[in-house]
């Protein structure tokens, strides 16, 4: 028995911190036995290589390592936590995953769908999320909100508005081609509305159980 793997996606600020706790909540509700862990990171060492990513002071990164730390950080959490967890039976809920790469390193930084490809094919196989919910909202309305938590901005938030939509239009154009996996919700919508989404998408794969 496997359990199920949901991710959640969008840019800073559209509330997946929220939707995740919701989806927890949700689902340990029903019984489920759910693991929740976030990208990069997830276990000591990923946490490690995400603080060299995040860390404002590496304003010289080259974009090819940033993808191959990403990817780095996501084979040391697939190997150690993702994978023995599903195998067990638990359903994880990811705090983004390969989509967001996509998204910031393939569209954000040009580097392009293919090369993000090659590496994914490499370290996931043919592992993909069962689900992916896209939090979609403007990236003004996403970094105002981000910025008024207060704290200072890492290396991907000191990006100007430009790079977070190019973000933005790189996840819409994934959940366009990836239309049976994703479900994107209007994170501008009231709070209610789109937990009752999220929840939506959950009811479904319970279903499918
Ligand atoms: P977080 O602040 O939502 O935890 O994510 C950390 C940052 O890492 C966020 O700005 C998005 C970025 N990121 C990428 O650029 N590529 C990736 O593959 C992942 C997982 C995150």
């Not at 359990?3 to 919701?22: A, D, M, N, P, Y």
């Not at 990171?41 to 990164?61: F, N, S, V």
């Not at 008024?148 to 939509?165: I, P, T, V």
């Not at 994170?187 to 479904?204: F, I, M, N, Y």
Request: contains cysteine; charged residues 25%; glycine residues 10%.
């Amino acid at each position: 028995m496997s359990g199920r793997f949901i991710t959640f996606e969008g840019i800073e600020g559209v509330g997946k911190s929220t939707q995740l706790e919701v989806a927890r909540g949700y689902l340990q509700q029903r019984g489920i036995d759910v693991a929740v862990t976030r990208e990069p990171g997830g276990t000591p060492l990923a946490e490690k290589i995400r603080a060299l990513l995040l860390d404002a002071g590496h304003t010289a990164m080259a974009p090819d390592a940033e993808l191959l730390l990403m990817f780095a950080a996501r084979a040391q959490h697939l190997a150690e936590k993702i994978l023995p967890t599903l195998a067990a039976g638990r359903w994880v809920l990811c705090d983004r995953f390969t989509d967001a790469t996509y998204a910031y390193q393939g569209g954000g930084r040009g580097i392009g769908a293919e090369r993000v490809a090659a590496v994914e094919q490499l370290v996931q196989g043919a592992l993909r999320p069962d689900a992916t919910i896209l939090l979609d909202a403007p990236p003004q309305v996403g970094l105002a909100r981000a910025r008024a938590r207060g704290a200072g901005a890492d290396r991907f938030e000191s990006e100007q508005l430009r790079f977070f939509e190019r973000v933005r239009d790189a996840y819409l154009q994934r959940a366009t081609a990836h239309a049976g996996r994703f479900t994107v919700i209007d994170a501008t919508a009231e709070l209610a509305e789109v937990s009752r989404q999220v929840t939506g998408v959950l009811d479904r794969l319970l279903t499918e159980q």
